[in-house]
C-alpha cells in the first residue's frame, strides 16, 4: 500500500496571496499541492489557469503539482497545464471526449495521468482506464465549490477500485476528494485510499502541523 499523502487544495488558500498560501504547504514539508482548475461549465465555479501554476513555479514553489482538470473539454488544454508546471494531471471521464488518448497526452507531456469519477458516476466507467492511469480520484462531493458535507456513501466505491487494483496488480495512487477531514480519512483508508485533498479543514486548522501529523499516521 502507498504511504499516505495529504494535497491542501490551493482554491481554499488566500486568493490574493496564493503564492504564501503554497508556501505554507511546503514549509510543513508536504509533498503535493492540489489545484482546482474550474471552468464554470462543467462545474458551477471558476478558479484559475495555467498562468496561476506558471506564477507559482516562478515564485519557486517546488511542490508536486496534482492537478484536477473540471473542465468540459480538458483534452483541449492539457499540454497548456503540463507547460506550466503539473507534474500530475487528472481529467474527468463524464465529458465526452476520447478519455484514453487524452490520458495517454498527458504522460506523453511528461506527467503522471489521472481520471476522476464524480459522486453520481459508478466506478465501472471508469474500469476499463485503469491500466492507462497514475491516479484515481473519486469525488466525495459533488465537485464546484469548497466546504461540502462528506459522502460516506462514496466509501464501497473506493473499496471496489481498490480491489480492482489488487487483483490487477496495478499500481495507482487512489486518491479522495471533497468534505475530507482526518475522522472520515481514516474511513477512506481502511477502505484502500492513498492520497487525501483537503482544502477548507486544512487552511482552517488552527494547528496545521497537528493536522498534517495526523495524516501522516492514517
Known sequence: MHHPILAPSLLAGDHAHLASSAREVEELQLEWLHLDIMDGHFVPNLSF????????????ITLFFDTHLMLSEPHRYVEQFAKAGSNLISIHIEPTYDHEATLVRIRALGCQAGIVLNPDTPETAIESLLAHVDLVLVMTVQPGFGGQAFRTDMIPKLEQISRWRTERKLSFRLEVDGGIDVANAADCRAAGADTFVAGTSFFKASDRRAYANAFAAL
Open 49 to 60: 489557469g495555467p498562468e496561476t501554476l506558471t506564477a507559482l513555479r516562478r515564485r519557486g
